[in-house]
């Protein structure tokens, strides 16, 4: 009886320089067709795309996406991206179809090997080098689209089965990355570039693959340990920042990307704030020259600008961002998005609201935010008239029916905005300064930090506000919550001021009166981390040890939880200086840490270093 035949990433795994003008060639033939025109045809799509020509990249690669693997992965990509632009079911189903038949495409170029020489322990040694090139890209492109698909699955479906086959397919892929590294350091190329093609495809999923799972809190990191998934953060860092080195293979753009995005967004929704802009500023630089339109790009360069506190000018750059292509609309609500914050800063309410406007008519992502942030911007304005207070409470109303499950799990700021309103519907009250409450819990406080006269403009707000609460303390049922809110926002601004013992004094008066709080109960752990961070920058690891201990430890169920439990693992490696939370506890008594105290773990520097493990021992 014949051996059964697998590929070769079943084994153990549950499941089975060219000029831009160059886009106007003629495709070739397929009996013409060779590896090296396959991933040649697929770059022309890619400059396509990143020069915002949208349709024809997606029609250049559709013709063969049934018998080549790069057009393959090229054309199911660019539907993926459509999708969870959208997020339109339609335009996810689409997208989820033609991924399971680029899986099938790419699998059809796998090598295969028969039940015995899957199991055997010297197949790694000995085998690699027997691999066609073909068969060595396929696996890289089977794993890149079998990834793809599993992030859909949870999107599609929220019943229990398809996170378990999600879960599973990532299992795969994760398997196969490990895979394709050892075939990085064994097999022979006859060709230079189809090396380098590979070797970015490989730095780019193992590096996301290490960056991803490193940010996730103690908790989940320690359930996928068990499963067997690691991350190394550095390490992660490093292999994106190789990989992006050549813009001229077809995966390095994309590695910039990815790196642009952990330094400018990442870092400061789920991290301290300690992105490396400069170093992401140098990544965009010969990204904006070879494609000087290009709306991604430019997007970049307005967040860069808007975390460096260079508020006026993130809003050109957003604005060109979004003139330059008109296409995609939906690349226009990532610009949307920030100049919403870039006029909140400036405390600009009216054209915040107006973009929250535009977000709320034409993203599918999140209306009941978008709805909440509009009326939490209205209530800023000054001189309100009736007409605008009814609008508002209209807009509140709103807010609850326009809450939506995502992957079967309620979006966390969604349930945030509907806990806000039901305290203003089912009490008859009102709430205390909702948009800068916002602009504290997307860390926005960690931008206007970067320039004093925003920092004081809000802290002149706040400071009249907690004037009109003490004057009014006897008739506002919600007086604790209220005045806890205000305080922990002026420790905030004193924070960014460096005035650290008033801002501490702040802090501790929220602690002392959390059991007095009635709705809010956000407040208190949000403030213990504080407490952490503040104690960070003035060297006491102790106490801030103490302080993340107390956060993590003695609450639970509290809005906007897991947000919190990221920042707190942040914090973690900071301290630390590991890339494992699991390699201590907060209980770690913090002089057994042998690391200067003015180390700091995540320094654009460790990118480079060459003491990292190897690949395929830490992946």
Known sequence: MAA?????????????????????????????WTLSSMIDQTRVALHLFLNNRFSEAKHRMEPYADRSMYHALGYSTILYIQAVMTFDMQDIEQAIQALKKAIS??????????MLE???????RAIYNDLTEE??????????????????????????????????????????????????????????EQKSHFETGVKMGVGTFNLMISLLPS??????????????????????????????????????????????????ILGLADGDI??????????????????????????????????????????????????WRQFHHLGYWELMWCHCFKGDWLMAMKYAEKLCKESRWSKATYTYQK??????????????????????????????RIAGKSIPIEKFSVHKVKRILEHNTHLVLP??????????????????????????IVENTLNKILKDSEADPFYHDNYSLVILLKGACLKCKGKFLQAEQCFKEVLEREKLVKHDTYLAPYTAVELALLNLKLNDKKQALFYLDRAKKNYKGYLLESRLHFRIHAVRLQLTGSDNDSLGSLDQDPESDPRPEDEDSNSSTAVNDDTNPSMSTKL
């Open 4 to 32: 059964r035949q697998t590929t070769m990433a079943d084994e153990g795994t549950d499941v089975g320089d060219e000029e831009f003008e160059d886009a106007e060639e003629t495709l070739p033939m397929p009996d013409d």
């Open 105 to 114: 495409v790419c699998d059809r170029y796998r090598h295969k090997f028969s």
């Open 118 to 124: 899957s199991f055997s322990k010297t197949r790694s």
């Open 135 to 192: 068969e060595i890209h396929a696996e890289l492109c089977y794993a890149e689209c079998l990834l793809l698909r599993a992030l859909l699955s949870f999107v599609q479906d929220e019943n229990l089965l398809s996170f378990v086959k999600g879960g599973l397919k990532i299992r795969e892929c994760y398997k196969i990355y490990k895979e394709c590294n050892k075939m990085m350091e064994r097999s022979k190329f006859s060709e230079e």
């Open 219 to 268: 908790k989940i990191l320690k359930l996928l340990e068990f499963v067997g998934f690691s991350g190394n953060k550095m390490y992660g860092l490093k292999c994106l920042s190789e990989g992006s080195y050549d813009l001229n293979s077809l995966r390095g753009p994309l590695c910039s990307i990815i790196m642009m995005a952990y330094h400018t967004v990442v870092c400061y």
């Open 278 to 327: 400069n170093y992401a500023s140098e990544l965009l630089k010969p990204c904006l020259k070879q494609y000087p339109k290009g709306a991604l790009f430019l997007f970049f360069a307005g967040r860069i600008e808007e975390v460096r506190g260079n508020i006026d000018e993130a809003i050109v750059k957003f604005d060109e961002s979004i003139e330059s292509q008109q296409e």
């Open 375 to 404: 009326a939490a911007f209205l209530m800023m304005c000054e001189d309100q008239t009736e007409e605008t207070r009814a609008h508002i409470q209209l807009l509140f109303k709103d807010v609850p029916r326009l809450k939506q």
């Open 435 to 460: 948009a800068l409450e916002l602009v504290y819990v997307w860390n926005g406080f960690s931008i206007l930090g970067k320039r004093e006269e925003l920092v004081d403009s809000v802290l002149t």
